[in-house]
């Protein structure tokens, strides 16, 4: 029993890292339709400018700093790198895709390859005894910021003028812009609001790793792709649902399983969801 | 005149669907944009609203305008009640509405006299309303704001006999104070609102001219739209 | 290499009985202008392969460009790893630039063919030939597998679901499973179980010409693709699917022929490149690899006769190169993604349709002073 506890609030700390990764990926794509491979970038500048400041600045002033230098870098990406291409997706993918080689690499010469040793409050390291399991309580640092981040989010989304334009934005763009919106705004509002979100998944997974190194981007990123692939692209309830789902399908099939067995069954799922749903569980169609 | 179309070319795909459309549309009553299917009246209406590239002239109002941002189009007072609705399906029928407001002051009480049921509505999803329904939400949204033309595409397709009335009704009244360019199939609807024709066949301008002298000259009906005068649609 | 592509990438009436974009009509009677360009067309890469064959006899030294003198050891290396990713762009082609299919997981099948030979010399001690045929065919086999599964979806999933498959191949393979793969450190290809001609620093010249043989394959293989019925229904699939549906040809299936065909391609070349460098390693199958032959089509000019081979080539030298140079050049040029990534940024805006394509462009004016036929 306490091992499931564990494991299941494990799962859920990680499923905290995806949601906030996926959920502004998801956006930028059901809304401006760019596939953004530049996203872990956003990640890593969270992450490395925190951990560059904290030393002088102190804890939280260094994550907002963070959170600020990531979606600032968002919104640049898009005005100066997306905007340009505006309706040719294929060339934004690829641009997104020189960007996040360059960027990772930028990030290696100023900051090296190897890992940093990342900054974590003291009551983080500290573990709290939940129904027999000893839980360390970074798990519910992750999983509280997710939540706060998405009841944020859907509440931004549901009662602001900007989260009315981009919840319709998503459903046809076009329209929106018939009606006299300039939905531009809304694309570059969008990439903000998803690179202050990875950074701060950046700077979560910093803590909850212990470490940060320039690769970290990549990799979490193409397990925040199947999550947004399964959420449907352009739901962040769907990108929640998905995240939850798998981030605990990874910690037990990795647990109870063979190593890395996780990772497989997680595109297993994957496969399945796709096949029996191409839309992905939110409905959004998936084939743009 | 409020907007003078010359020589509109668009190719898309490798096919040529515009290939020098011309006509003007008065300054008062309804111009009717006819033709048969595919032959580019939904095309026109978006190159004029820069939804897709396009070459010639289009003045609006007496400026230039090809190549403008549509959003600006907009603004500036020309509005779009698009084919097949495009309501937000997933918006309520409020949150629609809302989205559309460009003025400070919106003219909620002339969409609630036209529309009364959308105000009992107001709370449900744009997407589980019927087509008719649909179609006044789609209206409501551009009768908000204060405009000085309206591009209506195809009001009535879809539509049961009696919300087609509705429609037209509907249509009619916002004609007495908005100049109206019409794409219509159904022509007791074009009958009875429009003042003026063009017809296009194969991306091109083929009539141009006063309503009643295409639909009372039955021969001239059955060449230009393929149909008798007294058909509503094929 | 920039004079080659006669007809634009994006041909609107491809999939029409017109005349075929290469040179494989001979019947045409009157000796034209257009014959001669034809002839030049399929003499020019013939010459160029005569002139790589033969490049290991050059004792030629050019400082800039290499270390050593062309048949140097070193050198021949540089340029057989330049020749393995020109096929092995040529052959994601095969399915980004010539089919629109946007694959982020074709590494799966290079590091299928590379480690598939590798584990079968070093650890089954098979005969080479044996090891690469049935590796080829595995790969080949997985592509049939996984693509009948991806190719349900399209547009972005279908990336995305590519993309995840490749990422399983890469956590399997670093995993180490059984002990087969060698985890993180690789495998190095036991020289034991190779043939005598290919070991050793004085073989590298064998490496070479092999590297030169798996390139000339691909050539072959895509540009008769091209030139075939198949090739103009992929450009026609490519454009509008649609149109292929209204003919009555299975889009899907279509697709899945050009998929394990490239998965084919790639698990040759997953082959050569394990030969060339000695092993394997994880590098091969991560989702990086896939990204930079996305960059090298680009580069070069995707879905062009020439383009992807010209930026593989022309990436493996300056990734190769720029890490050469690196602890030489200042800031972040010391590393050689930062610079090949920004490189390719500016060639999507600046140079669209790849360098080879920079020669296209002229075409019309080309066209314009040549005489007009039929």
């Known amino acids: 029993m306490s091992t499931v506890v564990l494991l299941t609030l494990t799962g859920l700390g990680l499923a905290a890292l995806y949601f906030l990764i996926a959920s502004g990926l998801s956006l930028v794509f059901g809304l401006a339709g760019v596939l953004n491979f530049a996203h872990g970038l956003f990640l890593s500048i969270g992450a490395y400018v925190t951990w560059s400041v904290v030393g002088s600045w102190g804890l939280l002033p260094a994550i907002l700093l963070g959170v600020a230098a990531a979606a600032a870098t968002g919104a640049l990406v898009e005005l100066v790198l997306i905007r340009p291409l505006y309706t040719r997706h294929t060339e934004q993918v690829l641009v997104t895709v020189g960007l996040s080689l360059a960027g990772v690499a930028l990030l290696q010469s100023v900051w090296g390859a190897d890992a940093r040793v990342f900054p974590r409050p003291a009551w983080a390291s500290e573990v709290i005894g939940i129904a027999g399991a000893q839980v360390p309580a970074d798990r519910f640092l992750l999983i509280g910021a997710a939540v706060v981040v998405l009841l944020g989010l859907l509440a931004f989304l549901r009662y602001t003028r900007y989260g009315l334009i981009i919840r319709a934005g998503v459903e046809n763009r076009a329209m929106v812009s018939a009606l006299g919106i300039d939905v531009r705004n809304a694309f570059t509002l969008v990439f903000a609001i998803g690179g202050a979100l990875a950074g701060l998944a950046g700077i979560l997974g910093g803590m909850y790793f212990s470490a940060i190194s320039p690769g970290q981007g990549a990799s979490l990123l193409i397990f925040a792709f199947i999550v947004v692939v399964i959420g449907g692209l352009g739901s962040v309830a769907g990108a929640a649902g998905a995240a939850v789902a798998v981030g605990l399908l990874q910690q037990f099939v990795n647990y109870y399983g063979t190593a890395g067995a996780g990772d497989v069954s997680v595109v297993v799922l994957l496969a399945a969801v796709l096949l029996l749903r191409p839309t992905g569980l939110a409905g959004k169609v998936a084939t743009a | 005149m409020i907007l003078r179309i010359e020589d509109l070319s668009v190719r898309l795909g490798g096919s040529h669907i515009l290939q020098g459309v011309s006509f003007d549309v008065a300054a008062t009553g309804v111009t009717a944009l006819l033709g048969r299917n595919g032959v580019g009246k939904t095309t026109t209406l978006r190159a004029v609203l820069g939804e897709v590239p396009a070459t010639g002239s289009v003045e609006y109002d007496g400026t230039p305008v090809l190549g403008r941002a549509t959003h600006k189009l907009v603004r500036d007072g020309l509005a779009y009640v698009p084919e097949d609705r495009c309501v937000f399906a997933g918006l309520t029928v409020a949150e629609n509405l809302r989205l559309a407001e460009r003025v400070p002051d919106p003219d909620y009480d002339l969409v609630h006299e036209l529309f009364p049921e959308l105000k009992q509505r107001a709370a449900q999803r744009a997407g589980t309303l019927s087509g008719g329904q649909q179609q006044m939400v789609s209206i409501a949204r551009v009768l908000l704001n204060p405009n000085r033309l309206l591009l209506v595409d195809e009001p009535t397709k879809g539509l049961a006999p009696a919300v087609v009335t509705n429609v037209a009704v509907v249509l009619e009244r916002v004609a007495e104070c908005v100049p109206v360019l019409l794409v219509e199939q159904n022509l007791a609807v074009v009958r009875r609102l429009a003042t003026d024709a063009v017809v296009l066949e194969a991306g091109r301008t083929v009539w141009q001219g006063r309503a009643a002298d295409l639909l009372g000259d039955a021969g001239a009906t059955r060449s230009l739209l393929g149909v008798g005068s007294t058909a509503g649609r094929h | ?374």
């Open chain 3, 1 to 374: 290499m920039t004079t080659q592509p006669s007809v634009p990438p994006a041909a609107p009436a491809a999939i029409l009985p017109e005349a075929p974009a290469s040179g494989s009509v001979p019947s045409r009677a009157t000796p034209s202008p257009s014959a001669a360009g034809q002839l030049r067309r399929r003499l020019t890469p013939l010459l160029l392969l005569v002139i790589a064959a033969s490049l290991p006899w050059s004792t030629l030294d050019i400082p800039g460009l290499f270390d050593g003198p062309l048949n140097s050891p070193g050198t021949l290396q540089l340029l057989a790893l330049c020749l393995v990713f020109g096929g092995l762009a040529l052959g994601y082609d095969l399915l980004f630039g010539r089919s629109g299919l946007l694959s982020f997981g074709h590494a799966l099948y290079i590091a299928a063919g590379a480690y598939g030979v590798d584990i079968l010399v070093s650890h089954y001690g098979w005969p080479l030939w044996r090891a690469a045929l049935v590796t080829v065919l595995a790969a080949a086999l997985l592509a049939l597998l996984l693509g009948s599964v991806a190719l349900r979806t399209s547009g972005i999933a279908f990336s995305m679901v590519t993309l995840a498959f490749a990422q399983v191949g890469h956590i399997v393979i670093s995993r180490d499973p059984g002990g087969l793969t060698g985890g993180e450190e690789g495998l190095p290809l036991a020289s034991a179980g190779l043939p005598g001609f290919l070991v050793g620093v004085s073989n590298t010249v064998n490496l070479y010409w092999l590297a030169l043989a798996f390139l000339t394959v691909v050539v072959l293989v895509v540009h008769t693709v091209d030139r075939s019925p198949l090739g103009r229904t992929l450009t026609g699939l490519r454009d509008d699917e649609r149109r292929i549906a209204v003919l009555g040809l299975s889009p899907y299936r279509l697709k899945l022929l050009v998929f394990v065909l490239a998965g084919g391609l790639a698990g040759l070349g997953g082959v050569t490149y394990a030969l060339v460098v000695g092993g394997a390693s994880p590098h091969v199958a991560s989702s990086e690899l896939t990204l930079s032959l996305i960059v090298m089509a680009v580069l070069g000019g995707a879905g062009t006769r020439w383009g992807a081979v010209f930026g593989g080539i022309l990436y493996a030298y300056l990734d190769q190169r720029l890490a050469r140079l690196g602890g030489t050049l200042p800031g972040p040029f010391a590393e050689p993604l930062f610079v090949l990534g920004t490189l390719f940024i500016l060639a999507v805006y600046f140079v669209p349709g790849g360098l080879t394509g920079l020669g296209a462009r002229l075409e019309p004016l080309r066209r314009a002073l040549r005489p007009r036929r039929d």
